[in-house]
């Protein structure tokens, strides 16, 4: 069945060191990957994608690494800001008319000043 | 930039009344979903909606969950007999496509409190 589980609940990094949370899924026939944000009080919000036949996506600040040999994809953010201080969820949409997300636990990135 | 909103913000029922949450998606979007999360939990789909009728729910979605797109704007999620789990956070979200890569706009959400 599908499952998309984090390895952390929380994370704390110093500001302006490189941040990295990680994300496990289980089923092999995942095929597109989603990082969101989610700040206190507010809706997810996308960062970054990737499609399984990628194993690396660079956006500002960002890179989302997927390793499909052993079902793990990472979301790396550079020179982490105060601002970066949210929830980050990984997500899985097969699209193609499966319309939903499956969201995974969520890991708490907290910036130390 | 174009946005999705929700109101109320904060809804506070007693358990058996009926609730209706409200959605505006962005305009130009065609698919509609609804997600929830109850408190430190993960996001949960519930329903997605796409010319006027549901294409794919889960098995939160029961007979208890209906949603409507009333007119052109809006789009709704009516709970009819609330439940003291059905307290949540309700996020809607809208998209311009279903293929892969089209990204779901999520609302700032409206948190259900059933007493």
């Known amino acids: 069945g599908e499952s998309v589980g984090l390895h952390l609940p929380t994370l704390s990094v110093q500001e302006g060191d490189n941040s990295i949370i990680n994300c496990a899924y289980s089923n092999s026939a995942s095929d597109y990957f989603i990082w969101y944000k989610q700040e206190s009080g507010k809706g997810p919000q996308f960062i970054i994608d990737?499609?399984?036949?990628?194993d690396k996506r660079q956006g500002q600040r960002v890179t989302v690494l997927l390793n499909k040999t052993v079902k793990h994809l990472s979301l790396q953010i550079a020179a982490t800001q105060p601002g970066d201080s949210a929830v980050y969820f990984c997500a899985e949409n097969k699209g193609g008319g499966y319309q939903k997300v499956t969201f995974g636990t969520g890991t708490k990135l907290q910036v130390i000043p | 930039e174009p946005e999705v909103t929700q109101t109320p913000s904060h809804q506070v029922t007693q358990m058996g009344q009926e609730v209706i949450l409200r959605c505006v998606p962005i305009?130009?979007?065609?698919?509609f979903y609804w997600y929830r999360q109850i408190l430190g939990q993960k996001v949960e789909f519930l329903v997605s909606f796409y010319n006027n009728e549901i294409s794919e729910k889960s098995e939160i979605f029961d007979d208890q969950f209906s949603v409507e797109r009333p007119d052109g704007s809006n789009f709704t999620l009516k709970i009819r007999s609330t439940k003291l789990e059905d307290s949540a956070m309700y996020f809607c979200a809208s998209s311009e496509t279903v293929l892969v890569g089209g990204e779901q706009f999520f609302g700032p959400g409206t948190r259900l409190t059933v007493l």
């Open positions: 990737i499609r399984s036949n990628m």
């Open positions: 305009s130009n979007h065609l698919y």
